[in-house]
């Protein structure tokens, strides 16, 4: 049972190649590099980010069309995460600085998308919202620390639900359903329980919510990976 979720995500990611394959041959056949790949996506991150600052600096706070496009814009940003590795793989173009560049850009791009995100909340009065964004950015810089501190111990360690994909894909979607949905029952949507002097729900709870969730798995996931080196270490030392 504890093998499945791993085997569902990697059926997941080899159906993805399938279907980004073509793609990959072509990106390939113009000449980009791994390398010019994952700059592109480095780039459309910060784009990520100027599209939030800008949308924080509208002064409309119930109008989240600058959420959704955002959103879009991750979720695209993303995929090059997947076509830089494809790219060095069916390319022959692999490469051990390569390994290092891309993940260190994938470091600053998430850093950069959530400075983004914080922007827009604070500027836009979320400022709890502002916090577990922050709580969320931290959890995601330890998870992906641990398992470059681990293999640097020479230890395999790369479980936890929030990996940097399913991060990239929550925090997207979710952006994105939240500008579509605000066209629909407004950016100022607020629904209310009778004898509550306080709303429960609002449009932008369907971007918040999710980073929140977010906020809490990321630091569980370093957290288990920690204790999953701790115990190998254990193991090793009581072999000796």
Known sequence: MAEQPTSLRTSLQLGIYKIIDPF???LIKIGLTPNAVTSIGFMLNVG????FILGAEDKNRDDLSSVAWAGGLILFAGLFDMLDGQV???GNMKSV???LYDSVLDRYSELIMFLG??????ANHYFLSSIFAFIALIGSMMVSYVRARAEGLGIECKGGLMQRPERVVTIGLCALLCGV???YIGGDYKLYIPGLPFHVFETMSLFTVPITILAVLTNITAFKRLMDAKKT????????
């Open 97 to 99: 600085f390569g390994a």
């Open 24 to 26: 990959v041959k072509l």
């Open 117 to 122: 995100i914080c922007y827009y909340l604070v």
């Open 233 to 240: 270490l254990l193991e090793s030392e009581n072999n000796k």
């Open 48 to 51: 990520v980010a100027v599209v």
């Open 181 to 183: 949905t605000s066209n």
């Open 88 to 90: 060095a793989r069916l």
